[in-house]
């Protein structure tokens, strides 16, 4: 017996042509947003996303329209959240962090102190001192 959705069957979101046009333009997709974003983590979590708002509008696609366009016009705006999120984590140092960091980078090039002494000075550097 079949489940009654409340949805008429004519307004019904054809699955199996969502999969059909995902498919066919998936590599189209993947391009897209690769050259966007430049790293493939972060592509296939955007790729992730962008498939899962597809479906979720897949009853706003004309189905004369170009699905591709569509589906790159909403990757877009994908990678836009994504870059917006991405940027309130980024990583937060210290002034004394980062100029440790780079005073050990300059010591390592002129073959200065070795990479434990480098290790103990970042860590000195992230760890707030104690007034003396």
Not at 64 to 70: N, T
Not at 110 to 130: C, H, I, L, Y
Request: glycine content about 6%; aromatic content about 10%; some cysteine.
């Amino acid at each position: 017996m079949a489940k009654e959705t409340g949805i008429p069957p004519e307004s019904r979101v054809d699955h199996a042509e969502f999969v059909r046009l995902l498919k066919r333009h998936e590599r189209r997709l993947n391009g897209y947003v690769l050259a966007l974003v430049q790293n493939w983590n972060d592509a296939d979590d955007i790729l992730q996303a962008v498939a899962v708002r597809l479906w979720e509008q897949f009853d706003e696609y004309r189905p004369d329209g170009d699905f591709g366009a569509w589906a790159c016009k909403i990757a877009y705006y994908e990678v836009l959240t994504y870059r917006k999120r991405k940027g309130r984590r980024a990583l937060q140092t210290t002034p004394a962090f980062d100029q440790a960091v780079l005073e050990d980078m300059a010591a390592a090039e002129n073959n200065g102190p070795g990479p434990e002494k480098a290790r103990r000075r970042v860590a000195r550097a992230k760890t707030p001192q104690e007034p003396v």
